[in-house]
């Protein structure tokens, strides 16, 4: 990526995508999405772009793209890091819990997709990186749904990599990281359950910091060389 160039985050709010929107802040220009505006403040404070939006919202993204643009000129990184997760099982899911999870993870990415792939709004070494997850590889039962809307995702990585070189489109899978959204799910996620982890994970489990660590890289022209990939960050859990 040229110096100084012009990287958009979705789902900025939290986690992975607040914390690598304070990373490239250092040296982007750097736009955020997210439909908590309230928690994008700290980042605009320190120069970041806001654009508050629901991008569940599949018709509004065009535009919302080209503002964007419009702000703060043509993208040299697109980074999608919005999602959800339902822990149910499949007898339990319903058609909106479906609807959603398919809408975030995967709908909203395919159509930021088509928008990057336009040359009026992609530089022309510019990477679209998308979060998906191991589940994507490995499915259990409880996140069936969820698995298969990241199965999809990087599906789109590797499909998007053949339409737009000389761009890029890369993407990681993280393997169980402490976030938000999986501190919602506490119940599950309990401290036997941490010490299962750490014990699978030669290398230690995944956090935020080595994801956002591994997205820099493949957003760095030392990866030039890489498009179409999937990398699992994960401490070695799924080998």
Request: hydrophobic content about 45%; aromatic content about 6%.
């Amino acid at each position: 990526m040229a110096e100084r160039g012009h990287a958009l985050i979705v789902g900025a709010s939290s986690g992975i995508g607040f914390r690598l929107a304070e990373r490239l802040l250092e040296d982007h220009a750097v736009s955020v999405i997210a439909r908590r505006s309230e928690r994008l403040q700290p980042l605009c404070e320190r120069g970041a772009t806001a654009f508050p939006a629901d991008v569940t919202v599949l018709d509004s993204i065009p535009k919302l793209v080209a503002d964007v643009v419009a702000a703060n000129g043509p993208l040299t990184a697109l980074i999608y890091c919005a999602g959800m997760q339902r822990l149910k099982p499949m007898r339990t899911m319903s058609v909106k819990d479906v609807e959603q999870l398919y809408t975030l993870n995967l709908m909203a990415p395919t159509v930021f997709g088509a928008q990057f792939a336009s040359r009026r709004v992609s530089a022309e070494a510019a990477v679209f990186c998308a979060v998906s997850s191991i589940a994507a590889e490995r499915p259990e039962a409880g996140i069936v749904t969820y698995a298969a809307s990241k199965a999809g995702l990087s599906t789109l990585v590797s499909g998007l990599a053949r339409e737009i070189g000389p761009r890029r489109a890369v993407g990681v899978a993280p393997g169980w990281i402490d976030t938000e959204m999986t501190q919602s799910f506490s119940h599950l996620y309990d401290d036997a359950f941490r010490e299962r982890l750490a014990k699978n994970s030669p290398a230690g489990p995944a956090t935020v910091e080595s994801v956002v660590d591994t997205i820099l890289f493949l957003l760095s022209p030392a990866a030039r060389s890489i498009t179409g990939q999937i990398v699992r960050v994960d401490g070695g859990a799924a080998i």
